[in-house]
């Protein structure tokens, strides 16, 4: 078996010394342009590739961004990974994902389990020795995270605790903007009886909620409002929706905090033969791609997902 050429071949070949040829590999501005081409030229006629590791265990700087997504199945992180990617790439920085890995059903998850999964994530991602970490939508506290990420620098996108607002840089959307120009359509149409399936009851997604319910009683619409707890999933907006269409008054429009929810909203209602809009109006929230597709054909809010990844 034919021997991998080492760094002392291409420095031989190259007729520098070990040190030199290894301050090229490391892009140091102290090599010449012409030990340097001699030391790449010799390293591409032998074959030889630098040993990453080793690489990074000498260098200040691994130009490599650790991205850590809540569900790698949900197009809600994907268009914010595109995000990142887009703009890192405009940098020359290279990306490592995680994810933290959601059930399907996140109906019957604890808490407490998301934030395990999720710690271990950054932690992995972290022992990697990237430069940084983008995150999105942690549940998790700010001693756990700090220790996690080893006081790398850290970005949060999307929905985030309270306490990690204080303590790290966070991209978000303005909930109280969105619920304004959501409830002022509905509104435009006629609707006064609107009922809400939130993403759940963590302090991200509860203050999409405390927005929603905050809009009706500036239009005096509060005792028309009707909140049904969920998740992010369709699975939440199948049930939920069964819930709701078993109240004595039902809400004649249904805002569902993302696409997926309200994927599950339609589902529901077309399987008891509610027509949409004509006797109900659904509303999603982020603009997904399938929202778009006639089988959903949905009203939605868009949320700058792309745009969160690029500033994160």
């Not at 942690?138 to 309270?162: K, Y």
């Not at 409830?183 to 939130?198: D, M, N, Q, V």
Request: charged share 25%; net charge neutral.
């Amino acid at each position: 078996m034919k021997r991998a050429p080492t760094l002392n071949d291409v420095a031989r070949v190259a007729k520098v010394s070990r040190s030199l040829a290894s301050l090229v590999f490391q892009d140091s501005p102290k090599v010449s342009e012409s030990s340097r081409a001699a030391v790449l030229k010799a390293a591409e006629k032998l074959g030889y590739q630098p040993n990453e590791s080793a690489r990074r265990l000498k260098s200040t700087s691994t130009k490599t961004v650790g991205v850590v997504l809540t569900d790698i199945h949900n197009p809600y992180y994907g268009h914010i990974f595109y995000g990142v990617e887009s703009s890192a790439a405009e940098f020359g920085y290279k990306l490592l994902i995680g994810n933290s890995g959601f059930e399907k059903d996140e109906l019957n998850q604890k808490p407490s389990m998301i934030r395990d999964r999720q710690i271990e994530t950054v932690k992995t991602i972290r022992s990697q020795m990237v430069d940084g970490l983008v995150c999105s939508s942690l549940r998790t506290s700010v001693e756990e995270l700090r220790s996690a990420s080893r006081n790398a620098p850290v970005i949060l996108i999307g929905h985030t605790p309270a306490a990690l607002l204080k303590d790290f840089d966070v991209v978000s959307t303005d909930e109280e903007n969105a619920a304004f120009q959501i409830l002022e359509h509905l509104t435009e149409l006629g609707h006064k009886r609107i009922a809400y399936i939130s993403g759940g009851t963590d302090e991200g997604p509860a203050r999409r909620t405390k927005a929603f319910l905050a809009e009706m009683k500036k239009r005096g619409l509060t005792s028309s409002a009707s909140v049904f707890e969920g998740s992010w999933s369709q699975e939440a907006g199948y049930a939920r929706t069964a819930e709701i269409l078993k109240l004595k008054t039902l809400p004649t429009a249904i805002y569902a905090a993302n696409d997926h929810i309200a994927l599950g909203v339609l589902a529901k209602l077309r399987e008891e033969g509610i027509s949409v809009p004509e006797d109900m109006s659904v509303l999603g929230y982020d603009d997904s791609d399938f929202s778009r597709l006639k089988i959903a054909d949905l009203t939605t809010m868009k949320e700058p997902l792309f745009n969160m990844g690029r500033t994160g």
